[in-house]
């Protein structure tokens, strides 16, 4: 029993996590932008799990929105046990045609974010000898993924990232891993503009499943966590074929299902 904090939790994988570690006997930090849907996610919390859930909204994308988190994960009267970097954003085209700003906005949240985070989290948890970080990356993250440029960039940037302070904290008592799930049935798709309908149902997980999973990885100590044999089984193959065939295939099989 601790205190966890989870950005992105007003739906999706972190509004999983948040109600698998109530679940747990944790006390939750829901942290994401629409407040409405964070006191109506505490109320449940509190109702099913009798947890003590505070809400934060903050806009990671903005710098007072990061700050306000990092306050709150450097208050040493009330520490962090585990931090849960889930917030993130996608977007899907040619990116010579997608707008900047985006692409930018998305790199802010994805990546700079979580390092921010990351950062105002570790001093007081190598301190305390105790304490974790999970980061939501992605199975995009592997290899080069056309039409989704920016986003694997983001993501690989957070597996290598995830896995270099995983190494540092090795022996300390503090825990850091990355989680990468493939398809998951959340709301990122739509938001994304991604035609889900293109992806068969065998491929797809739910929020929760990968969650059990995430957690179970943690609990043992692991660098990285892939929830689901078929996602397993992907990352495999990508890591040990050249880029350039990898990238070509995600090519070819995105022109396809366009």
């Known amino acids: ?7 992105g939790a007003s739906s999706g994988i972190g509004r999983a996590f948040a109600s698998a570690l109530a679940a747990r006997g944790d006390d939750v930090v829901v942290v994401a932008r629409d407040a409405a849907r964070l ?7 509190k109702a099913a799990h ?8 903050a806009d990671l994308v903005a710098d007072d929105g990061v700050a306000a988190v990092e306050e709150r994960l450097c208050a040493p009267e009330r520490p962090i ?16 045609e997608l707008p900047l700003e985006g692409e930018l906005r998305e790199i802010g949240l994805n990546v700079v974010a979580v ?9 007081g948890m190598l301190e305390r000898r105790v304490g974790g970080i999970i980061n939501v990356s992605s199975l995009a993250g592997y290899q080069p993924t056309p039409t989704n440029a920016t986003y694997a960039a983001t993501k690989a940037f957070v597996s290598s990232f995830s896995q270099a302070l995983h190494e540092e904290a090795r022996g300390t008592g503090v825990k850091v891993m990355v989680l990468c799930p ?21 491929l797809w997980q739910s929020a929760e499943a990968v969650v059990a999973a995430a957690l179970r990885s943690y609990d043992r100590g692991r660098a990285v966590c892939v929830p689901g ?26 022109r396809r299902a366009e």
């Open 39 to 45: 006191g109506e996610l505490a109320a449940e919390l």
């Open 1 to 7: 029993m601790g205190t966890s904090l989870v950005t």
């Open 115 to 123: 390092v921010r985070l990351c950062h105002a989290a570790l001093p």
């Open 81 to 96: 046990d585990l931090l849960v970097n889930n917030a993130g954003m996608g977007t899907f085209g040619s990116f010579a």
């Open 229 to 254: 044999a078929l996602n397993q089984a992907g990352a495999a193959f990508t890591s040990v074929l050249p880029a350039a065939l990898t990238r070509r295939v995600a090519g070819t099989v995105i």
């Open 182 to 202: 493939g398809f998951t049935a959340t709301e990122f798709q739509e938001r994304a503009g991604i035609d889900s309908g293109a992806v068969p149902g065998f």
């Open 50 to 57: 009798g947890a003590q859930v505070e809400v934060l909204a």
